[in-house]
């Protein structure tokens, strides 16, 4: 597969969640609770917003779009989409 094969939908419907937290740490035995409602790539710049040092307590819920997007997204995959967004 090329490289121009894969495409992403950033307009596909997404949420992003922000783990509740302690000390900057993961409370272990909470659920994340909705920030933002919206596209894929509303999320994207959402998540962008934040400062660093918070991104580990966030993740996005979306629509699998295999191979590069999975049903829920880590601050590490995140930044990923986002560099490429901005590439694309």
Known sequence: ?????????????????????????????????????GTLDEC????????ASKHHLYEIHTAPQPPLISAVLSAEHIIELARLRDFL
């Open 1 to 37: 597969m090329e490289e121009t094969d894969v495409q992403m939908k950033f307009d596909a419907p997404a949420v992003l969640r922000k783990w509740p937290s302690l000390n900057n740490e993961r409370i272990s035995n909470a659920c994340p609770y909705l920030v933002s409602d």
């Open 44 to 51: 994207i710049q959402q998540f962008m917003s934040k400062p």
